[in-house]
């Protein structure tokens, strides 16, 4: 992951000064750029493949991994200021978190759970992370620019990646005769969909919608993976598997319609403000 990761920012970084735009962060920036890059690097996607090593089943890692809006939801009515969800908001979270627990319902094994508490402690750590490192990128972004935050965020989230991959060994298990043409091509993959599609997507709208919504990422993920198996693979949709999609898409559909109802107040308030000093 970390190489990818860091091949990403790496481009956008080149993109950038190919622009003439400055692609080197003040120093509060590359702080910022940091902090976001480990927590939702490391702990968001580090955590995550620590967890799964351990032996934690995919179905109950999707559910844990799933909790990550909720962590948003609780750290933003702790947080001084924080943006505190609607009761659509709320909703819409409940209903799509049900749709995530049903989908993957058949996989679900209480007993394979209590088999590998450090795996599911590893999950559990690791969507509370992510959560923290969204609201770093949504209320203390490290630049202006979008671009340049991204990159910075890759570049130095993607390195302590690599010190981590490093420290614990896995450079020593890669052997030249596993570079073959289906591993180069999962690694373009996670270049441009994972890294530079999906992060950069998650920065934009988190500049955009507030933060429960946009971690909602972690509902229609497993939701895509099972469309995408009935369509290319053929594999068996059952009456619960539409019902779980239906529960999300509703889930999602009232997150995205609430936070569209929160991004367009500020500029109502505005207006109004405007027309009365007017």
């Known amino acids: 992951a970390g190489a990818h990761v860091t ?21 509060s920036g590359l702080k910022r750029a940091g902090a976001a890059g480990a927590f939702l690097f490391v702990g968001g996607v580090g955590l995550v493949t620590v967890g799964e090593k351990l032996g934690v089943p995919s179905g109950i890692a999707a559910v844990v ?55 599911i402690s590893a999950l559990v750590l690791s969507a509370f992370l992510f959560a923290v490192g969204t609201l770093i990128v949504r ?32 450079v020593g298990a890669i052997h030249a005769k596993d570079f073959t043409l289906p591993l180069l091509g999962a690694f373009a993959f996670l270049l441009v969909v994972h890294s530079l599609g999906a992060f950069s997507a ?35 949709v059952t009456p619960g598997t539409v019902a779980s999609l239906a529960l999300i898409l509703v889930g999602v559909a009232t997150l995205l319609w609430q936070g569209r109802k929160a991004a367009e107040e500020p500029a109502l ?10």
Not at 226 to 235: F, H, P, Y
């Open 7 to 27: 091949l990403a920012g790496v481009l956008l970084a080149l993109w950038l000064r190919l622009r003439g735009e400055a692609v080197l962060l003040p120093a």
């Open 65 to 119: 991994k799933a909790s990550a809006p909720l962590w948003v939801v609780v750290l933003e009515g702790v947080r001084p200021g924080g943006e505190r969800p609607t009761r659509g908001m709320v909703t819409g979270l409940l209903i799509g978190a049900v749709g995530v627990v049903v989908l993957v319902a058949p996989e679900l094994d209480p007993a394979a759970a209590g088999a590998h508490p450090l795996g």
């Open 139 to 170: 209320h203390k972004p490290p630049a202006a620019n979008v671009t340049a935050s991204i990159a910075g965020e890759m570049l130095l989230g993607g390195a302590l990646l690599l010190v981590v991959g490093l420290a614990t060994g896995e």
């Open 202 to 236: 998650l920065n934009w709208l988190l500049r955009h919608f507030p933060a429960p919504v946009v971690t909602t990422k972690f509902y229609v993920s497993p939701a895509i993976a099972v469309t995408a198996g009935w369509l290319a693979l053929g594999e068996r």
């Open 269 to 278: 308030l505005a207006d109004d403000a405007d027309e009365v000093e007017g």
